[in-house]
């Protein structure tokens, strides 16, 4: 019995690995939350980009291990609509959307069902991934990625917040930048995944252009975070846009 009983042990200490990883990722977003509340708008976004970074790590961790399972992609969803739903949501609330009120009982409410707005567009994103998983092309992400709206949220607040703006003074352009990421999420617009070609035995390899861009943005991080992380998301969301249109625009000089 003594030389039987290690083996399922091992199992489940290497299972739980990258559930610790989600687990991080989900404490990050639950101590954005509480951060925003507390006027520590820094802290927060900072909170949101650790949480993503965990988010892209548990997943590569269960392929590594081979511990992939059902169990660990439903929590990885309930972790991402904290850490990418509420967090963001509730960040930019507290930092602009609240001020609102200040401009009548109207608008006030339209303070916080914007940050509603936001979250529950994370919901629908997240279920019509786990949904379509199966069968979309693993080039391209169907919607805004919520890990990229977080970013665009988080940067916006973290920018400003950095530059001495007042979320008083930007509540409408807020208002509009929380609004575009939610519906940019539940659009139908393609992203790149930049998970490779999606063709043949090297299907995960990506160009070398990729890399000197990833030395490039580490460079620019190091220099300054938030207006880096600011100009990389506003590009990435305004990407699938810019690609949708000039589709359009080839299809239809394409049209005799």
Same mark, same amino acid.
């Given at each position: 019995?003594?030389? =039987? %009983?290690?083996?399922?042990?091992?199992?489940?200490?290497?299972?739980l690995l990258?559930?610790?990883f989600?687990?991080?990722?989900? &404490?990050?977003?639950? &101590?954005?939350?509480?951060?925003?509340?507390?006027g520590r &708008?820094?802290?927060?976004?900072?909170?949101?980009?650790?949480?993503? =970074?965990?988010?892209? =790590? %548990?997943?590569?961790?269960?392929?590594l291990?081979?511990?992939?399972?059902? +169990?660990?992609?439903?929590y /990885?969803?309930?972790? $991402?609509?904290?850490s990418?739903?509420m967090?963001?949501?509730?960040?930019?609330?507290?930092?602009?959307?609240?001020?609102?009120r200040?401009?009548?009982?109207?608008?006030?409410?339209?303070?916080?069902?914007?940050? +509603?707005?936001?979250?529950?567009c994370?919901?629908?994103?997240l279920?019509?991934?786990?949904?379509?998983?199966?069968?979309? %092309?693993?080039?391209? +992400?169907?919607?805004?990625?919520?890990?990229?709206?977080?970013?665009?949220?988080?940067s916006?607040?973290?920018?400003?917040h950095e530059?001495?703006?007042?979320?008083d /003074?930007? #509540?409408?352009?807020?208002?509009?930048?929380?609004?575009?990421?939610?519906?940019?999420m539940?659009?139908? =617009?393609?992203?790149t995944?930049?998970?490779?070609s999606g063709?043949?035995?090297?299907?995960?390899?990506?160009? +070398?252009?990729?890399?000197?861009?990833?030395?490039?943005?580490?460079i620019?991080?190091?220099v $300054?975070?938030?207006?880096?992380?600011?100009a990389?998301?506003?590009?990435?969301?305004?990407?699938g846009?810019?690609?949708?249109?000039?589709?359009? #625009?080839?299809?239809?000089?394409?049209?005799?």
């Open positions: 019995m003594s030389e =039987i %009983d290690p083996t399922p042990r091992r199992g489940r200490g290497i299972y990258p559930n610790l989600t687990t991080g990722g989900l &404490f990050a977003g639950f &101590f954005a939350i509480i951060a925003a509340s507390q &708008f820094t802290a927060a976004c900072l909170a949101i980009f650790v949480a993503a =970074i965990l988010d892209g =790590i %548990d997943g590569r961790v269960a392929r291990t081979n511990t992939q399972s059902e +169990f660990g992609v439903q /990885d969803s309930l972790a $991402d609509l904290i990418f739903g967090a963001p949501a509730m960040v930019m609330y507290h930092w602009a959307l609240l001020s609102l200040l401009d009548g009982p109207t608008l006030g409410k339209i303070g916080w069902l914007g940050a +509603f707005l936001y979250a529950a994370a919901a629908l994103r279920a019509r991934f786990n949904s379509q998983v199966a069968t979309v %092309d693993k080039r391209y +992400f169907v919607g805004l990625a919520s890990p990229a709206a977080a970013g665009l949220m988080a916006f607040v973290w920018t400003c530059l001495e703006f007042s979320g /003074d930007l #509540r409408f352009v807020a208002l509009g930048v929380t609004v575009v990421a939610a519906l940019l539940v659009s139908r =617009i393609r992203y995944s930049f998970k490779g063709r043949g035995p090297r299907s995960d390899r990506v160009p +070398f252009v990729a890399l000197v861009v990833a030395v490039g943005i580490l620019a991080l190091w $300054d975070p938030p207006k880096t992380l600011l990389a998301s506003l590009l990435y969301a305004l990407s846009p810019v690609l949708w249109c000039l589709r359009r #625009r080839g299809g239809a000089g394409a049209t005799p």
